[in-house]
């Protein structure tokens, strides 16, 4: 079964950056980065296809963060500009099928993750 970790999580000030990897045990088609609030359900933020680097956004990172993949590594990177406070949570990748990162209209769900990482938790915080 493929394993997912991901590292690159912290505390920081709003309006700065952090740089989030995910690193796979093999290269999976498309890999899927959520965020978990307490008392909320999971989110799906961005998404990527590892073959051909197609990517797409939620609406509220759109902009701010960057999805890329380093192949010849199975890492993927999940870049975070401007940190606002509201971005804090726990952030996990998931390995999900392509067909769920190509709606025109960002749709991924929790529910299109396949095998998960641990999470890294992100703080963003004055």
């Known amino acids: 079964q493929l394993q997912l970790v991901e590292s690159g999580g912290g505390l920081v000030q709003p309006g700065t950056s952090l740089k989030l990897s995910c690193t796979a045990s093999?290269?999976?088609?498309?890999i899927g980065w959520f965020r978990q609030v307490p008392g909320k359900e999971r989110e799906g933020l961005s998404c990527?296809?590892?073959?051909?680097?197609?990517?797409a956004y939620e609406e509220s990172v759109k902009g701010r963060f960057a999805i890329s993949r380093d192949g010849a590594r199975n890492v993927v990177y999940l870049q975070m500009n401007n940190l606002k406070p509201e971005d804090t949570g726990v952030y996990y990748c998931?390995?999900?099928?392509?067909?769920?990162?190509?709606?025109?209209?960002?749709?991924?769900?929790?529910?299109?993750?396949?095998?998960w990482g641990q999470g890294t938790q992100v703080t963003v915080s004055a």
């Open positions: 093999g290269l999976p088609l498309a």
């Open positions: 990527i296809i590892t073959g051909t680097h197609t990517n």
């Open positions: 998931a390995s999900i099928q392509p067909v769920a990162c190509l709606n025109p209209r960002f749709s991924l769900q929790p529910s299109n993750g396949e095998s």
